[in-house]
């Protein structure tokens, strides 16, 4: 039997509020605390949350002197919803509430308290949902840390590749920080693959401002895709690949790119290395379509294409050489 402690259709911040103020209660029961157990099973973020809503509590004190009345209304509050009650257990709503009291004194911390990381292994991919109907779509061994603060969203890619979907909202803006540069959504869809030297951004609906270290911004539209390197300089903008964004459908498409940066490609969603004999292979050129979930396959296709072949392969490393004689 679940107990009704909380209400699943609020955000996990304003859940994670009621969890800190009931477990630091006084008259806190030992059914609240299985239900707050069955709460932090439910999803791996919510031990993050609650997290950041416990430091947010036992910093509280610190406020006493900038925010006195907010914390004596709190109390206040508390008190006589629990007069009014015959059973210790409060809504969920008058919990948050008395907290988002404190919390108005230093709204800086807010976003602390809607922080996520989302993350995926190699070869996982993954779709998160946003308390605000945004979303993001994780590539393999990605790694996205998306924190609200009053006035705005914001997002850092920290590796890999994300896919974003965001609902526009011009009173809070949503802006993807990469390396170098900031993309802001200006009502879109966009990819944002973050590599060791650079940076892509390819947009497949609507528009970004894409602004870097070097203080320069672009405007990219639906169609486009940019890049831009550890020192912020941006290049040309140009239209994007069939491969943009095919990983969501578990595919690696390439047209005309180099047996090299197929290899590389393929190398983000296997852990283990493929590798060539000999240098000269890797200016040969591949195009096609490929399963990102499948090495086996991915590599037959290739074998059968080019002249390459399996030279030797462990779990470790796959080696690949010349098929001619």
């Given at each position: 039997m679940n107990a009704p402690f909380t209400n699943p259709d609020d955000s996990p911040s304003a859940q994670a509020c009621y969890w800190v103020v009931r477990l630091h209660s006084a008259d806190c029961t030992e059914a609240e605390r299985l239900g707050f157990m069955r709460w932090l099973a439910q999803d791996k973020n919510h031990r993050?949350?609650?997290?950041?809503?416990?430091?947010?509590?036992?910093?509280?004190?610190?406020?006493r002197t900038t925010a006195e009345p907010q914390l004596q209304a709190a109390r206040t509050y508390l008190l006589q919803a629990r007069q009014k009650r015959s059973r210790p257990t409060l809504s969920w709503l008058a919990i948050a509430a008395s907290l988002l009291l404190v919390l108005s004194a230093a709204p800086d911390w807010w976003a602390g308290l809607n922080t996520a990381t989302y993350r995926t292994k190699i070869g996982e991919r993954a779709h998160f949902a946003l308390?605000?109907?945004?979303?993001?779509?994780?590539?393999?061994?990605?790694?996205?840390?998306?924190?609200?603060a009053w006035n705005a969203r914001k997002a850092t890619l920290l590796s890999g590749e994300a896919f974003f979907t965001v609902r526009h909202n011009s009173g809070k803006p949503f802006e993807v920080t990469a390396g170098s540069g900031r993309i802001r959504d200006l009502g879109t869809q966009f990819d944002v693959y973050r590599q060791v030297n650079e940076v892509a951004v390819a947009v497949l609906e609507g528009e970004v401002a894409v602004n870097t270290s070097q203080g320069t911004a672009s405007f990219v539209q639906a169609g486009q895709q940019i890049n831009y390197d550890l020192a912020g300089q941006l290049s040309a903008i140009a239209p994007i690949g069939s491969e943009t964004a095919a990983w969501r459908e578990g595919r690696l498409t390439?047209?005309?790119?180099?047996?090299?940066?197929?290899?590389?490609?393929?190398?983000?969603?296997?852990?283990?290395?493929?590798?060539?004999?000999?240098p000269k292979l890797s200016t040969l050129r591949v195009s096609g379509s490929f399963p990102s979930d499948n090495l086996k396959l991915a590599l037959d296709t290739l074998t059968a294409a080019l002249p390459?072949?399996?030279?030797s392969s462990s779990p470790q490393q796959i080696l690949l050489g010349s098929s001619n004689k």
């Amino acid at each position: 039997m679940n107990a009704p402690f909380t209400n699943p259709d609020d955000s996990p911040s304003a859940q994670a509020c009621y969890w800190v103020v009931r477990l630091h209660s006084a008259d806190c029961t030992e059914a609240e605390r299985l239900g707050f157990m069955r709460w932090l099973a439910q999803d791996k973020n919510h031990r993050n949350t609650y997290h950041a809503a416990a430091a947010l509590w036992l910093q509280m004190e610190g406020l006493r002197t900038t925010a006195e009345p907010q914390l004596q209304a709190a109390r206040t509050y508390l008190l006589q919803a629990r007069q009014k009650r015959s059973r210790p257990t409060l809504s969920w709503l008058a919990i948050a509430a008395s907290l988002l009291l404190v919390l108005s004194a230093a709204p800086d911390w807010w976003a602390g308290l809607n922080t996520a990381t989302y993350r995926t292994k190699i070869g996982e991919r993954a779709h998160f949902a946003l308390s605000d109907g945004s979303s993001i779509d994780l590539n393999t061994n990605s790694e996205v840390q998306v924190y609200y603060a009053w006035n705005a969203r914001k997002a850092t890619l920290l590796s890999g590749e994300a896919f974003f979907t965001v609902r526009h909202n011009s009173g809070k803006p949503f802006e993807v920080t990469a390396g170098s540069g900031r993309i802001r959504d200006l009502g879109t869809q966009f990819d944002v693959y973050r590599q060791v030297n650079e940076v892509a951004v390819a947009v497949l609906e609507g528009e970004v401002a894409v602004n870097t270290s070097q203080g320069t911004a672009s405007f990219v539209q639906a169609g486009q895709q940019i890049n831009y390197d550890l020192a912020g300089q941006l290049s040309a903008i140009a239209p994007i690949g069939s491969e943009t964004a095919a990983w969501r459908e578990g595919r690696l498409t390439f047209a005309g790119q180099t047996l090299a940066e197929a290899l590389k490609q393929l190398n983000r969603y296997h852990p283990v290395a493929l590798t060539l004999r000999d240098p000269k292979l890797s200016t040969l050129r591949v195009s096609g379509s490929f399963p990102s979930d499948n090495l086996k396959l991915a590599l037959d296709t290739l074998t059968a294409a080019l002249p390459i072949k399996i030279i030797s392969s462990s779990p470790q490393q796959i080696l690949l050489g010349s098929s001619n004689k």
